[in-house]
């Protein structure tokens, strides 16, 4: 079946550090990957996409490559900030149209100044 | 744009009660999901409704129902509750489109604590 695996946290990074977040996928066919960010007491935010091999999502400083070879898509950004504080969600999607999300358990990350 | 509504954010409900939550999407989005959320088991799918219809459903038990209305508002229930139930429910809504992934919007979610 389609499962979504995550480096588990928590992850704790002082302010200005890179950040990487490991997410590789199985799954048929050729699925739509997510990243989605929730922040304390809030849903799920959507934080970027993409929908096909080597496909870049970006959004806020944060990218994510769709690696279709080593069925990953690592979540990276160069220098975090303390408001980056918050759980991460790799998802996918098994193909555009009426198909569920399928998540990892999520990693937490804390930043500190 | 307003965003995905979920009420009541909070509630408190005792073994074997019932619990009603509702859901209203974004204006024009006429799919809407239900997910549940919890420290052990993570985000799993609950179901699907698109045009009131349910479209997909994932692995819970009779117990949780749902429906979709005309107007897309949706809401779940749940019966005979139990300790286990306990858990963050977030609805999300989406709009249909046939090029690329559809993204999903989610609420903040309704809190229910199973005492």
């Known amino acids: 079946g389609n499962s979504v695996t995550q480096m588990e946290g928590p992850v704790t990074l002082s302010e200005e550090a890179f950040l990487t977040i490991n997410c590789t996928y199985t799954?048929?066919?050729?699925?739509?990957l997510f990243w989605y960010v929730q922040y304390p007491g809030e849903g799920l935010q959507l934080l970027l996409k993409?929908?096909?091999?080597?496909d870049k999502g970006s959004n806020k400083g944060f990218e994510a490559t769709y690696r279709k070879e080593t069925t990953s898509f690592h979540l990276e950004k160069g220098s975090v900030q303390v408001s980056d504080s918050a759980v991460y969600f790799c998802?996918?999607?098994?193909?555009?149209?009426?198909?569920?999300?399928?998540f990892g358990k999520g990693t937490r990350l804390s930043v500190i100044a | 744009k307003a965003g995905v509504t979920q009420t009541p954010r909070y509630l408190i409900k005792t073994r074997g009660q019932q619990v009603t939550l509702s859901c209203s999407p974004i204006?024009?989005?006429?799919?809407v999901s239900w997910y549940q959320q919890t420290p052990g088991q993570g985000l799993q799918f609950l179901f699907e409704?698109?045009?009131?219809?349910?479209?997909n459903k994932g692995n819970f038990p009779g117990r949780f129902s749902g429906r979709q209305f005309s107007n897309s508002r949706s809401e779940m229930n749940v019966s005979t509750l139990e300790l286990g139930d306990s858990a963050l429910y977030l609805c999300?809504?989406?709009?249909?489109?046939?090029?690329?992934?559809?993204?999903?919007?989610f609420g903040a979610g309704s809190r229910l604590t199973v005492l």
């Open positions: 999300a809504s989406s709009l249909e489109t046939r090029a690329g992934a559809n993204v999903l919007t």
């Open positions: 998802a996918l999607s098994r193909s555009p149209g009426n198909t569920p999300l399928v």
């Open positions: 993409a929908t096909k091999a080597d």
């Open positions: 799954a048929t066919g050729y699925p739509s």
């Open positions: 204006s024009g989005h006429r799919s």
């Open positions: 409704y698109f045009s009131e219809t349910q479209r």
